[in-house]
Antibody, heavy 116, light 113 residues
């Protein structure tokens, strides 16, 4: 059945950094693109970033471009999201997910709170 | 960016009735080379991550009840839930994965009338 597990969230001050991890178990993500999606409290879903299966290309939402970096380590079935220069409007639950045309795997999410 | 606009924002429906949610994209998400519409529908229940219902606009994900169906092409799509059950109460999102930045609709809250 496979699952994704995110970690690394927490409370951080504006301008600081945080790195999120997403570990896949029971599913081999090395042949798939992987996404990060976030959801601010009480709000809808916002797509954040995607990385191709081999890590060769990454794409970002305009709201995070230049501040966030998605990467992956296929040998450890893990995807990362490095978040720099964090702002209050980055406060959200961050989910990693497989693409919809591949499978339906989402983690439970990790909460990032940016507050002074 | 491709803007996804759902209607309505909120939809009260009686148990056993049909619910239809619409999603309009600001540009076509049909890839003519393969005939696929890069459009998915997700269901999100309170406190849970989203669950994939439909991909390629009309292909039901494994395990999803056949009460859920998707249709449409190009820029206009719909999700229909027949014979509404109490467990269908959720927020539903359309999502285009045709072109980055990928985008979601604002969500439609389905509730029991």
């Amino acid at each position: 059945q496979g699952q994704l597990v995110e970690s690394g969230g927490g409370v951080v001050r504006p301008g600081k950094s945080l790195r999120l991890s997403c570990v896949a178990s029971g599913i081999n993500i090395s042949s798939n693109g992987m996404h990060w999606v976030r959801q601010a409290p009480g709000k809808g879903l916002e797509w954040v970033a995607v990385i191709l299966y081999d890590g060769s290309k990454q794409y970002y939402a305009e709201s995070v471009k230049g501040r966030f970096t998605i990467s992956r380590d296929n040998s450890n079935n893990t995807v990362y999201l490095q978040m720099n220069s964090l702002r209050a409007d980055d406060t959200a639950v961050y989910y990693c997910a497989t693409p919809p045309d591949v499978s339906d795997h989402w983690g439970q999410g990790t909460l990032v709170t940016v507050s002074s | 960016d491709i803007v996804m606009t759902q209607s309505p924002d909120s939809l009260p429906v009686s148990l056993g009735e049909r619910a239809t949610i619409r999603c309009k994209s600001s540009q076509s998400v049909l890839y003519t080379s393969n005939g696929n519409n890069y459009l998915a529908w997700y269901q999100q229940k309170s406190g849970q991550p989203p669950k994939l219902l439909i991909y390629w606009a009309s292909t039901r994900e494994s395990g999803v009840p056949d009460r859920f169906s998707g249709s449409g092409s190009g820029t206009d799509f719909s999700l229909t839930i027949s014979n509404l059950q109490a467990e269908d109460v959720a927020v539903y999102y359309c999502h285009q994965y045709y072109k980055t930045p990928f985008t979601f609709g604002q969500g439609t809250k389905l509730e029991i009338k």
